[in-house]
Every structure is written in structure tokens, then in C-alpha cells.
């Protein structure tokens, strides 16, 4: 198997890569280390797939990868970095600076993690749950 063996790097340029992808990239290597192997990028991809609302569920069957729950705790622990069931604005801020870089200003940035918190954290403590992720999120639960 050819592509069991295709490792990509954090620096690495991919032809033909989009934005999304680029985005995806730059947010999976914030938070891992250096290089992902090809099966596990396969395996990030197919939190993107469409679900598919005619597929008939199995009793006793896993959820599928790309099922709306998936995709929202896929996304969380993109930006949940220290694994404390939290997002803290620091790690906002990291992860917002992975997928934006140079194109915004750091007071743009701190300004967008500031909002997002003030919106997002509806028990007050400054971060936010995965409950009130799924509450603000509600473009991936329809995706």
C-alpha cells in the first residue's frame, strides 16, 4: 500500500489545495505534532463528508464519523488544546491565528476571540463548554 506510507508535514505544500483544506491542515497541526500520516488524514476528511439523511440506520451500529455530534466534537477539539472540556481565549487566539495568519491584524484577532467568548460563553466563567459550542453552532448541526 503505496498510501499508507504518504506522510505529509506541517509546512508542506499540496497542489491544488483549497482553503478549506489549508484551514483544516492548519488547525489539525496545532494540535498534534509535526506530520500525520495518510490513514489518519483520511480519517479527518470523513468528518467533512454530507450526512446522508436516506441511509437507513443499523440497530447497534456506531455513529458514523460524519454524523452532526461527530462533527461538532471534531471541531471543539480542534480548538480545546489542553483537553479541559474548554475553550479558554488563548487557545481561540492560537487556533484563529493558525487559520488566519497574516491576514488580520493581532488586535483584529484578539478583537474576534474577545467577541466570540462574550457570545459564546453563556454561564459567564470566560470559556466555553461543548455545550455552548453545540448552542452557537448551529450551521454544522444542519450540515
Not at 490513514?39 to 464519523?65: G, M, Q, Y
Not at 491576514?103 to 470559556?127: H, K, N, Y
Request: with cysteine; charged share 35%; net charge negative.
Amino acid at each position: 500500500m503505496i498510501a499508507s506510507k504518504l506522510w505529509i508535514k506541517k509546512d508542506e505544500v499540496i497542489s491544488g489545495e483549497t482553503d478549506v483544506l489549508s484551514m483544516m491542515r492548519a488547525m489539525y497541526f496545532v494540535i498534534t505534532k509535526e506530520t500525520v500520516d495518510f490513514h489518519t488524514f483520511v480519517k479527518i476528511l470523513a468528518h467533512f463528508r454530507p450526512v446522508d439523511k436516506d441511509r437507513p440506520k443499523e440497530p447497534n451500529s456506531p455513529e458514523p464519523t460524519n454524523s452532526r455530534s461527530n462533527k461538532l466534537k471534531f471541531a471543539f477539539q480542534l480548538y480545546d488544546q489542553d483537553k479541559d472540556g474548554k475553550i479558554s481565549r488563548d487557545e481561540l487566539l492560537k487556533v484563529l491565528r493558525a487559520m488566519l495568519g497574516m491576514q488580520v491584524t493581532e488586535e483584529q484577532l484578539e478583537s474576534i476571540a474577545d467577541r466570540t467568548i462574550q457570545e459564546a460563553d453563556l454561564d459567564r466563567d470566560d470559556a466555553i463548554s461543548f455545550d455552548e459550542f453545540c448552542k452557537v453552532s448551529p450551521k454544522i448541526l444542519h450540515s
